[in-house]
Every structure is written in structure tokens, then in C-alpha cells.
């Protein structure tokens, strides 16, 4: 869910209307899907609104996922610092994953269901590529924290697992699938930092 600012009457801004009717209409039916019209209406605000303040609905479809990264970002995080050890601390990306796939409209990745509707080098595009670098830049981060010799190859590794996690989530409707994602991240945590003499043993 998003935040919601309100003015200084106490009624959410047009953009913040604007930006709660995308998150709502985008990420249920797509982004291409969804014409403007119907996030006007949806929002209760006039078209000049939109355009004033976005400018275009590209604008509005990157706004619409950087909120979303900022989402998953934050729930990312908050699990991440519930512990103090660098082990742990990698393996709650998985856990923080597990707090998004159990709420009630969860309805998948949304920069997955955003970019395969994209365009090569367009806004929606540009906003999925930068939330994947977000993911890979952390992972890889906390994995060097952990010890790992080669963090960037560990990340690409529990990127993959991440990724195949939220399919799995959705379509199988199953947000335990988390948990799972964990105790494999920790054995390729495990792998990744055991002793060159001990890997063939």
C-alpha cells in the first residue's frame, strides 16, 4: 500500500490521488491497459491535473513504480535491520520478500508485469532496470559484508533465486515460498564462503 499525503484541509493532493489510483488500476491491469480517462476518474481530479503534474502518462507509469520500489525498499530494509550479524542480514532480503508476498493484493512483481509491456529504452523500462540495480546493488553489498570472496557472483546467484521467488509466490499462491527462498539462499551463502580445501569434502 502507499502513503498518502494530505493537503493542508486534510484531502490528499492530486498527485497523491494521481499516484494512489495508478498503484491501484496499473498494477491490477497493466500499464497499457489503463487509459488515462480512467485514472482521472478513478482519482477525482481534472485531466488538467494530471498533465500539470506529471506531463505525460509515461511520467505517471515511472511514478507509479518508483513508489512501488520505495515499497519494497522499505519493507526490504526493515527486515534487513532487525539483525545485527552480516549472515542474517543477507538472508532477511528473502524474509522481507516473504512480508510482500503475504499481503492481501499481492498480485505479483510489478516492474515484471510493467516491463513486458514496455518498450526498448522507455520510462517503464528505465524504472524496472533501475529497481533491479537496487536489488543486485544490495545483495551484492550485503553478501561482501558477509564475507564472500566474490560477492558479485553471489548476488547473481540469489537474484536469480529472488527473482524465481516472486513468480512463485504468484503463481502459486503461496507466500511461504520465502522461507523456502532462505533456506536455499543460506546454503548458497554457505557455499560461497566455505574454505577453498573444504568445497570438494
Known amino acids: 500500500m502507499m502513503a498518502i499525503e494530505e493537503t493542508s484541509g486534510g484531502r490528499p493532493s492530486a498527485r497523491e490521488r494521481l499516484l494512489a489510483a495508478a498503484n491501484e488500476l496499473f498494477y491490477n491491469e497493466g500499464v497499457h491497459t489503463v487509459g488515462i480517462d480512467r485514472i482521472i476518474e478513478h482519482a477525482g481530479v481534472a485531466k488538467a491535473s494530471l498533465y500539470n503534474t506529471f506531463g505525460s502518462k509515461d ?3 515511472r511514478a507509479y513504480l518508483e513508489a512501488r520500489q520505495a515499497n519494497v525498499e522499505q519493507r526490504i530494509m526493515q527486515a534487513v535491520e532487525r539483525y545485527d550479524t552480516p549472515r542474517e542480514r543477507l538472508l532477511a532480503v528473502f ?5 510482500l508476498f503475504a499481503q492481501p493484493d499481492y498480485r505479483g512483481c510489478a516492474f515484471v508485469r510493467a516491463s513486458a ?3 526498448p529504452g522507455d520510462l517503464t523500462e ?3 532496470d533501475a529497481y533491479r540495480g537496487w536489488v543486485r546493488a544490495l545483495l551484492t553489498e550485503l553478501a561482501s559484508q558477509a564475507g564472500v570472496p566474490e560477492p558479485e557472483n553471489l548476488a547473481r546467484q540469489l537474484h536469480l533465486l529472488y527473482d524465481g521467488s516472486g513468480q ?3 503463481m502459486d499462491h ?3 515460498v520465502a522461507a523456502h527462498a532462505r533456506e536455499v539462499a543460506a546454503i548458497l551463502l554457505d557455499a560461497a564462503t ?3 580445501g573444504l568445497a570438494s569434502r
Open 59 to 61: 511520467e505517471l507509469v
Open 95 to 99: 524474509e522481507g520478500q516473504g512480508d
Open 117 to 119: 509491456e514496455s518498450q
Open 126 to 128: 528505465q524504472a524496472s
Open 168 to 170: 512463485s509466490a504468484r
Open 174 to 176: 503461496d507466500p511461504g
Open 194 to 196: 566455505r574454505p577453498a
